[in-house]
């Protein structure tokens, strides 16, 4: 299936749509999301850092996903590195 | 009534309003308001800061507010007003970057909510700092991870003793 990522922060520049677009297996975990976004980075946007997807977390609109949480299907994700607001 | 307002602000749009929050707080049951305001600073780890963009996903944002309010009812009590607002975009020194305001009947609980949603919003809200140098360079601010693994890895390093901790000076 199809898996849209925002991406913010830092990683906001490793695509100027604001977003990467990756094919992941259905029942894939967020683990897997992972080490599919990070092979992505490091081929399409070498620019950016790809060790801060490891410290980066994935988020719903609603909650953030961790590791062990299953890809949801048709939902947008977002992926968001280490936060510094205030 | 809500007695909770969570905002985004964009700063094209509007500067965030100190009076309004405490404004929002006040309640006649109520006798202390402790009240928050981060502003863009001139410097950061010895360069001339000339300006800050903030970067948020504000639908998740907006949901973690609102987690931090209902967090600091359960530690301080129900007689709270909580007004949590972050601004986003562009911001000029001085700009408010951040306005917190808690009214509660008595100050200890004031200040303790206070505290409480501030330090969770730099800590936990999906919010992204770009800092902008006079020299024309910029740089994102290195931040906490949301990762719970992250944590992990880092507890288990300061259990033995690791000093690359992520000492929450910021």
Known sequence: MNVRIALYGALREADPRGYVELEVPPGSTIATLRELLTAH???HAPAVNVKLVRISAFAS???????HRTVPEDVALAVLPPVSGG | MDDMHVAVV?????ALDAAAAIEFVSDPRFGGIAVF???VRDHNLGRVVTGISYDLF??????????IGERARAEVGDSLKLYIAHAKGELGLGD????VAAGTPHRDEAFRACRLAIEAVKHEAPIWKQE????GDSAWSEGCSLCEEQHE???AQDSHGGTAGHGHDH
């Open chain 1, 61 to 67: 609109d609603e909650e953030i996903l961790h590791n």
């Open chain 2, 132 to 135: 902008h140098y006079i020299d």
């Open chain 2, 37 to 39: 305001v981060g502003r």
């Open chain 1, 41 to 43: 980075l490091s081929e």
């Open chain 2, 58 to 67: 504000e639908p998740l944002a907006l949901r973690i507010f609102r987690a």
């Open chain 2, 153 to 155: 890895m880092q507890r």
């Open chain 2, 10 to 14: 964009e700063r094209k749009v509007a």
């Open chain 2, 96 to 99: 408010l970057a951040v306005v």
